[in-house]
């Protein structure tokens, strides 16, 4: 028994050693286990990430590139390439099995899209053909570009400036036939470097000369030209020159300057969004590529435009088209364009000095005309101060859309030119009374001009209301002297003499207040009706004329109502005359059959 427990005891104790063997041997297992499993998911990623599979080689090979199955496996493919050049800077020694498929790929996919890609871009040569429709299907591709960058920057260069020479000329010679038509549209009637403000109507010309414009009047006013600005003209349609050939319409210059530049923006906007979105550009660098594009058909406009200003005398047509380049500046500000913004500040530094330079020249014509040459006076308004009128409101209502002081400052100018020419011309007249009637008639009616489109509170519409008011005053004054001149004469006196307190002098002048009573009962009436004829007669505006005679009228109720408080005095209360004197009423009631009605 004792050796049978014995053997029994040893058995147990090898049966506990084999156990513990055998946990040992179950851990390092697992450790292992645990190991192969961490290697075996590094390995498989890297793995997956070389192995080129057999689908991305027949898609890259075979399938054509406007597919969307060739564009899936082109991503696939640029994922694997940057995975290998990953590994290889890790020293990865399986990337150098695949290297060479990867390459041989690339080669192919690269070949494929640039084929692809110069075929769309030769494809806008062709005549008659609209780039726009190949160049936004180009845009579905704008990955293929990015994979040229990526992997090729050589053919990516070479597609870039192949795209730039192709579109530069297809914009240039589209711009300079589209330009050249556009030309032959405009008025044949343009202002010359004579048709200037100051220059009279009948100037002498020489036999051989052109006849001047049928009226020079037309140049100096806005009509429906100032439309062109407006909102709903200014993004129409762009003018298609043989349409408007074939039904023998014209334009002034300002609408085809409206036409060209607005077909400029809106290929200008459309060009720079493609650049910046297949060429994956921004900043500095899409504003560069945009003018490799663009330069030349830019350069060529500013051209046409310095060389048409040249010969240019049109002043309304100049400023016209400075508000339609402020207004275009803005849409390209809000499509979020700037490439265009040098553009606009050199067409701008073109248009200000020309346009300043005519309104000179118009104020130097004014200032320097002569009264004496103009041929016969005649109290009507003038028709050099009827074309400042048009002229000035012309400009004055295209300033308000965006005000500019400058050309405030420049009208300002001429103005003062206009109302010293005013002066110079009354002064030919020899009565004071024809002078003031010139005086009154030229102010009424540039003031009426300018009210139709300046707005009431200008300066140019409170100068010439304050001039017209205070020249209607003299002319009353004028017009009340000869029939009742006795009667204005005394009540100043008499008024004096009261105010100094010697009114017991007016006791010697009983032999004058009577006169001075019958005569204005006597002649009142007749008095009044030929002033209100002759006023009707001197003045053009019927309007105005009225308002002279209601004020002369309502002059003549205060001056005899003077004379009542004159002859209340105690010294001449008791003046027999004073019941021959016309009850106050009487006459308003009198009067108001005079005042013209409408």
């Not at 053909?129 to 570009?145: E, G, S």
């Not at 300018?450 to 304050?466: C, I, N, P, T, Y």
């Not at 307190?501 to 007749?526: C, D, M, N, P």
């Amino acid at each position: 028994m004792e050796q049978m427990l014995g053997a029994f005891q040893s058995d147990l104790s090898s049966i506990s050693s084999e156990i513990r063997t055998l946990q040992e041997q179950s851990g390092a297992m697992n450790i292992r286990l645990r190991n192969r499993q961490a290697v075996r998911g590094k390995l498989g990623e890297l793995v997956d990430g070389l192995v080129v599979p057999s689908a991305l080689v027949t898609a890259i090979l075979e399938v054509p590139v406007t597919e969307p199955r060739f564009l899936e496996q082109l991503q696939e493919l640029d994922a694997k390439a940057a995975a290998v050049r990953e590994q290889e800077t890790r020293g990865t020694a399986a990337c150098a099995d695949v290297r060479g498929v990867l390459d041989r790929l690339r080669v192919k996919a690269v070949t494929k899209i640039r084929e692809f890609i110069l075929q769309k871009i030769y494809s806008f040569r062709k005549p008659m053909t609209n780039y726009q429709i190949p160049q936004t299907a180009l845009l579905k591709y704008r990955f293929f570009y990015q994979f040229l960058l990526g992997n090729e920057r050589a053919t990516a260069k070479e597609i870039r400036d192949e795209y730039v020479e192709t579109l530069s000329k297809i914009y240039l010679s589209y711009y300079r036939s589209y330009l050249g038509r556009l030309m032959k549209v405009q008025y044949e009637e343009v202002a010359e470097k004579d048709d200037l403000m100051g220059m009279e109507d009948t100037a002498k010309k020489g036999f051989f000369s052109k006849p001047s414009l049928r009226s020079r009047n037309t140049i100096f006013t806005l009509g429906t030209r100032g439309s062109v600005i407006s909102p709903t003209e200014l993004e129409a349609p762009i003018l298609v020159p043989h349409t408007a050939q074939r039904g023998e319409q014209r334009y002034p210059f300002e609408a085809l300057f409206r036409s060209q530049h607005y077909a400029l923006l809106d290929n200008s906007c459309r060009e720079y969004l493609f650049i910046c979105e297949f060429f994956v550009v921004s900043g500095p660098a899409a504003h560069d590529l945009f003018h490799a594009v663009m330069g030349r058909t830019l350069s060529m406009t500013l051209k046409h435009l310095e060389s048409y200003l040249a010969d240019c005398y049109d002043a309304i047509a100049v400023f016209l088209c400075i508000h339609i380049v402020l207004r275009f500046r803005n849409i390209a500000a809000k499509r979020d364009v700037p490439a265009l913004d040098r553009y606009w500040e050199q067409v701008l530094a073109l248009l200000w000095p020309r346009f300043e330079l005519i309104l000179e020249m118009n104020v130097q014509s004014v200032r320097s005309t002569d009264p004496q040459r103009l041929g016969g006076l005649d109290t009507r308004p003038h028709y050099i101060t009827r074309r400042y009128a048009e002229f000035s409101s012309a400009l004055v209502s295209i300033n308000q859309t965006i005000p500019n002081e400058r050309t405030m400052q420049l009208l300002g100018q001429l103005q003062v030119e206009v109302e010293n020419f005013v002066l110079r011309v009354a002064a030919e007249f020899s009565s004071r009374k024809e002078q003031l009637v010139f005086l009154i008639n030229n102010y009424d009616m540039m003031l009426g001009v300018l009210m139709e489109r300046a707005a009431d509170d200008s300066k140019e519409v409170e100068s010439f209301q304050q001039l017209l008011n205070a020249r209607t005053q003299e002319f009353i004054e004028e017009l009340l002297s000869p029939p009742f001149g006795g009667l204005v004469a005394f009540v100043k006196e008499a008024e004096a003499l009261i105010e100094r307190g010697q009114a017991e002098r007016l006791r010697g002048e009983e032999a004058r207040v009577t006169q001075l009573i019958r005569g204005f009962g006597s002649s009142w009436k007749s008095s009044v009706e030929s002033l209100s004829q002759d006023v009707m007669r001197s003045f053009t505006n019927f309007r105005n004329g009225t308002s002279i005679i209601q004020g002369a009228l309502t002059q003549l109720i205060q001056l005899y109502h003077r004379f009542h408080r004159v002859l209340s005095q105690p010294q001449l209360r008791a003046l027999p005359a004073r019941a021959e004197l016309i009850n106050i009423h009487h006459l308003m009631v009198e009067l108001k059959k005079h005042k013209p009605n409408f």
